[in-house]
């Protein structure tokens, strides 16, 4: 089986253009990834759990607090979108968050992302703006939206 981590690496170092500053680095998913209360979603262009033969090309990491989930990172390889993995990754996050006891779920995004139509796609509304919370490669700023969706 392939790493977790090199597999979350390799999708995002395609998946996010560097203009926006939203990638993380290598550390910051480790660091992530150590916290108990972290959870990883990883499906192959199949929508199976991925194994040596056939490597996940997307991917979800959460993070858990009472009552609670934040959706930290969501990825699908550019040559597997608009297959509705996307979709599909959200939609199990939901079922596991409700599993573990969350009643609802939240994400934060960068304002002009067009995520932002799969996320209300899937039941998610923009509660919040927190101002200027991107930088830019450029150095210039912009908001993020905060999503929230009621399980
Ligand atoms: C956002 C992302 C995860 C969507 O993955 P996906 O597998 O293509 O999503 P789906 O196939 O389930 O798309 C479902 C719907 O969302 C919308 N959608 C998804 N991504 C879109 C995009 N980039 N632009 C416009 N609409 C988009 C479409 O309306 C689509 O509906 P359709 O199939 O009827 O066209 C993928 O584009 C991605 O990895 N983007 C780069 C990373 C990123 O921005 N992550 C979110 C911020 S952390």
């Not at 790493?3 to 979350?8: A, S």
């Not at 203009?19 to 199949?46: F, I, K, Y």
């Not at 995520?115 to 450029?138: C, E, N, Q, T």
Request: proline share 7%; glycine share 6%; aromatic share 6%.
């Amino acid at each position: 089986m392939i790493d977790p981590l090199d597999t979350i690496m390799a999708i995002m170092g395609e998946s996010f253009d560097p203009v926006w500053g939203e990638a993380w680095n290598r550390a910051q998913v480790a660091s992530s990834m150590d916290m108990p209360t972290t959870h990883l979603a990883l499906l192959t262009a199949d929508c199976l759990p991925p194994t040596s033969r056939n490597p996940a090309v997307c991917f979800a990491l959460t993070r858990a607090a009472p009552g609670e989930e934040e959706l930290l990172l969501i990825a699908v390889h550019p040559d597997h979108r608009k297959n509705g993995l996307g979709t599909r990754l959200l939609t199990l996050l939901a079922e596991d968050a409700r599993g573990r006891g969350a009643e609802r779920l939240f994400l934060e995004m960068r304002e002009n992302n067009p995520a932002a139509s799969l996320y209300r796609s899937v039941g998610y509304k923009p509660i919040g703006r927190r101002h200027a919370y991107y930088k830019l490669s450029d150095g210039s700023r912009l908001d993020a939206i905060t999503f929230a969706k009621k399980l």
